[in-house]
Structures are given as structure tokens and as C-alpha cells.
């Protein structure tokens, strides 16, 4: 086929353009996120002491840390969907930044006898299979977006797409975890995240090309 | 500083809205600046043995499958030039060439004004292998509307369908090529 010949194919192929990359995302993410509560809610539920646990540092902390790292990472996955975006760092080391001075403020604050302990929490494997569990829609619903996208950068969109679905499953978890330390959710909330970063670098690397 | 390329943002415009005559002129543009850009990002990168129309017709095709994310409040030629570069990386990926490509190379390769490239007369493009792999009814429309310049009412009639549903065969054919060129051949 000549360029000519492919020029008049696409010329008559023009359509009005219908949606924006970003009205894309929000549609397909909104999808996502409602088949993600609905699973939290039939399957976990928010801790029933959460009332009280509002009062308490740790756990609005923890929320703060899940709800920030999944409306940065969000956006940035956002970004990503135009060919113009380059790779950014900045969403990620913000979000290090603020789970660094987290786990600072709490070894400062409580003895090291009782670091151990925090450590651990009561729920480790709960908390890396249900993260994962709980990211799954929203992580269907980026890359289903990002495929009308034209990210320049697919192995590390897709890594940054399974961090925010990791960081959107970890929002809702952290409602029913009971382990509020930044000990354990910069341990054990960060090892959930990974998990989901490099399946989202492998699906990336397979989906997100164009 | 004004866009030296607002003329083809305009086109671009009206063919997000729709208007099959401007984009025409906006895509026959493209390919003529494509053309140097394309041979001297081969160039830069040691391949200029390569033929670079295909990149150009990839890079067409991006443009086209990709519109909506170009915001239409920037410049135009930016977003094309990213489209190309990226085009012009995959395709020396699929060619087995892994060296990195600076991200700068079309970038500073496409002055403001390049001369622009008619399409060589002999370009062995492999698109036109590629035309095999559509089904025999996606075939028959791209090449009604593209090679014999038909109307989608005209080859609606003639094949018995909805002009609707042959605009909705050729945009899949479309897609399905675009594919079929980014999962490499054989």
C-alpha cells in the first residue's frame, strides 16, 4: 500500500473524536473502583472499631499515606496516557518521602522493645494477599484506558499502573487492617505494592505497547 | 513565538470534528515532513540502509489510531514528533537494533523548516503485504476507500451493508493493521 493509499484510508476514517484520554480513565477507573468496594465490603468490611481508631495518629496517618500515594500515582498514570509525558520520579519520592518520615516519627516515639511486635502486626498475609486481591479492577480498568492511550514509556507505565491499583486496594484494606504502625505499612503495605508493580511492568511490556 | 505549523493544528482540529478534507491535507503534510525526520533519525541511529517509508506509514497510522491524545490547546508538531520517535524506537526494536536511542533524536532532528519529502516512487512498503492478512471483506473496503477513492454509501451498496458499518470495518482494519505491524512479521 502506498502512503497516498493509507492517507485516503485514514482521511476516511475520520470520525469526530468522542472522549478525552482523561474522560477514558475516569470512566473505566470508576468501574474499577466500585467492583473493588464491593468486593471490600462482601469480603472484609471496615474494622468495626473505627470510630475510635479515627482518634488515634497511626491509623488517620495510614490512611493519609494510601489515600496520597493512590491520587498521586493516579494522576500520574493519567499523564502517562499522552505520548508528550515523560517518565517521572517525583509521585513516587513523594510518597517514599512521607512513609520515610512516617517511620521516623514512630522510632522516635515508641521504645525498641516494642518495634518487633509492630513489625509483624496480627494480619501480614492477610494484607499481602487482600492488597493484590483488591487491586485487581482497578488494575483492568488503567490498562483498558491506557490502550487508548499512547504512553511512550509501556514497562514503566505499567509498573506505575500496578503501583496506583496497588495504592487504590490499600486505600480501601487500610479501613479494615488493624495494624496502624508505619512500621508495618511501610514493611508489609510496600511489599503488597511490589508484588503489584511488577506484575503491571510485565503486563506493560505485553499490553501497553502500540 | 507563533506556531510556524498553526496551519496544520487548524486542519488537525477540524478533523477531530469530523472534516475528511482537512485531515487529508493534515496527513498528506505529515507524511511530507515525516519523510526527512524519519531518514535522518535512521541516519543518527546507523541504520540509514533501512527503509524508512514504513516508519512514515506507522507513524501515520499512530497518528491517526491516536488523536485524542493530543490536546488541542498546545502545538501539534510536538505530539507528532513524540509519535515518530516512538514509531522510529519500536521499529529499530523490531529489527533487533537494542542500543538506546537518545529520546533528543527526532526531537532535534525536525527543524522548523525541513524540506520536504515527496514519497519515493519505489517504496517496497510492507503495508501492502500486510493488506493479505485482512479478512476478504476488510480488504475489499480498505481498498475500495483508500485505493479506488470510493465512498462508504457507494461500497455500503455494492456489498449490501449499512454505510455505518463500513466506516466501523474500515476503522477495525485500521487497527487491526496498525497491529499487525507492531507484532512484527515473521
Redesign the interface.
Known sequence: ?????????????????????ER?MIGALAAGVAVALVGFLLALGARPDIGQALHTWRFVLKLVIVAMAALLITRECVRL????A?PSVWPILAVVGLLVAALIAELLISPSSTWGHKLVGTNAVICLTAIPLLSLAPLASFVIALR???P?APVWTGAMVGLASAALGASLYALHCFDDSPLFVATWYSAAALIMTGIGAILGARLL?? | MPDPFAELADWMRAANRGDAFAYRQLLDALALRLRPVVRRGLARAGRSELDGEDIVQETLLAVHLKRQTWDETQPLMPWVRAIAHYKLVDALRRRGFREHLPIETVETTLPERLEPEAEPAAAASDIKELLGRLSERQREIVVGMAIEGRSAKELGERLGMADGTVRVVLHRSLRLLADIVRKGKP
Open positions: 500500500m502506498k502512503t497516498d493509499e493509507l492517507i485516503a484510508a485514514l482521511a476516511a476514517d475520520a470520525q469526530p473524536v468522542r472522549r478525552s484520554p477514558t496516557m499522552r505520548p508528550l515523560r487508548s492511550g499512547a511512550i505497547r502500540w
